[in-house]
């Protein structure tokens, strides 16, 4: 493990669609504090809640600065062999996907620069990819794509059309890693 693991919690807001524009708004977001307030806007309307997280992005936050502040710290962790993992959590149609993937249409072409709506994904394999090719070092990429909903494990890289629920199971070697027993891993 290194010794300099710690977890972090980052929140991003999604900007409001236009059927939303018409209603109270019950989250204030505050980035330059890292701290989100919530309004309750039922019966009780003087009810606030303040959470304060390790970074806050609002809902004006572009890609690039997402992945800047979350995942490019973690790339040279992952380019000295340590495990790290980026998390999105929370409720259905937040923005976890587009944040995780970006734009299903931007490219990754190495004579152009990431295009702007690229999510932590594709920005992370190009980092790595850039990294290891500036250090002149033979390297191998093995990627798993997978996606845990309502408890159950799919395998996004599937060859089948069907989404086949995986088993999740504990590892006795090394200790404390699991195996995902039949997850596709490209090379």
Known sequence: MNSNESIQVFVRCRPLLESEKQ???PVEVHPEVN???????????????????????GPETQQAH???GVAAPLIQEVIMGFNC????YGQTGTGKT??????????????????YMAGIIPRSMKHIFQELTQQKCDFE???????????EIYDLLSKTDDLIKLKLY??????GSVIIQGLEIQK
């Open 23 to 25: 209603l109270p708004v």
């Open 35 to 57: 701290k989100i307030i919530v309004h309750d806007i039922g019966c009780n309307k003087n009810a606030i809640k303040t959470f304060s997280f390790d970074k806050v992005f």
């Open 66 to 68: 997402i992945y800047n």
């Open 85 to 88: 993992t980026i998390l999105a």
């Open 98 to 115: 587009f944040t995780i993937e970006g734009n299903r249409f931007s490219t990754l072409d190495d004579s152009v620069e990431v295009h």
């Open 141 to 151: 990429v093995n990627v798993s794509f997978l996606e845990l909903y309502n408890e």
């Open 170 to 175: 504990d590892s006795s070697s090394p200790k």
